[in-house]
T-cell receptor, first 113, second 108 residues
Framework: NAGVTQTPKFQVLKTGQSMTLQCAQD?????MYWYRQDPGMGLRLIYY???????DKGEVPNGYNVSRLNKREFSLRLESAAPSQTSVYFCASSSQGMNTEAFFGQGTRLTVV | KNEVEQSPQNLTAQEGEFITINCSYSVGISALHWLQQHPGGGIVSLFM???GKKKHGRLIATINIQEKHSSLHITASHPRDSAVYICAVGTSGSRLTFGEGTQLTVNP
């Protein structure tokens, strides 16, 4: 049982490059989330998808786009990476909203130079 | 003031000690989560609770809704408990607000 699988684990980008972070869950969860984690700050919500076919902005959506490809997969795209997007990114899923247990991926450490 | 405040920020203990990590929040919540983040970076859910107390092995989580406060206790601490412990509150169905975490180090 893989849970939440996130790829890649590490990535270095040059300013202006684009990339997509992939996330897949095998628990038949309805809700999926993308967070970023920065030193001295708690995790912050970038985008979420309450159910298949819907996506909504979180606290810090600027510079990102998302796609809920199907019930299993939720990707995060950086169209033109900036140094301010250097962070650790986590994908998470839950059965139905964040009042149910959350499961997290292993994280992606992204550095933008 | 952050909506979720954890204390202490850093905690060092000797193996076998009883540990308490506190979480206070300033908003109405529907649920509170305790998470563990190991040095490798992965995050694991420990508890989700909306009232009372839950226990899993050596870990106990309590919440007092009236006082807007939760505690995570670790009994008979062990070096493998060394990690960052994160409190998060659910303020609506789709969002969590996270504390900054408590770095716990348990020395042998």
């Amino acid at each position: 049982n893989a849970g939440v699988t996130q790829t890649p684990k590490f990535q270095v980008l040059k300013t202006g490059q684009s990339m997509t972070l992939q996330c897949a869950q095998d628990m038949n969860h309805n809700s999926m989330y993308w967070y970023r984690q920065d030193p001295g700050m708690g995790l912050r919500l970038i985008y979420y998808s309450a159910s298949e076919g819907t996506t909504d902005k979180g606290e810090v959506p600027n510079g990102y786009n998302v796609s809920r490809l199907n019930k299993r997969e939720f990707s995060l795209r950086l169209e033109s990476a900036a140094p301010s997007q250097t962070s650790v990114y986590f994908c998470a899923s839950s059965s139905q909203g964040m009042n149910t247990e959350a499961f997290f991926g292993q994280g992606t450490r992204l550095t933008v130079v | 003031k952050n909506e979720v405040e954890q204390s202490p920020q850093n905690l060092t203990a000797q193996e076998g000690e009883f540990i308490t990590i506190n979480c206070s929040y300033s908003v109405g919540i529907s649920a509170l989560h305790w998470l563990q983040q190991h040095p490798g970076g992965g995050i694991v859910s420990l508890f989700m609770l909306s009232s009372g107390k839950k226990k899993h092995g050596r870990l106990i989580a309590t919440i007092n809704i009236q006082e807007k406060h939760s505690s995570l206790h670790i009994t008979a601490s062990h070096p493998r408990d060394s990690a960052v412990y994160i409190c998060a509150v659910g303020t609506s169905g789709s969002r969590l607000t996270f504390g900054e975490g408590t770095q716990l180090t348990v020395n042998p």
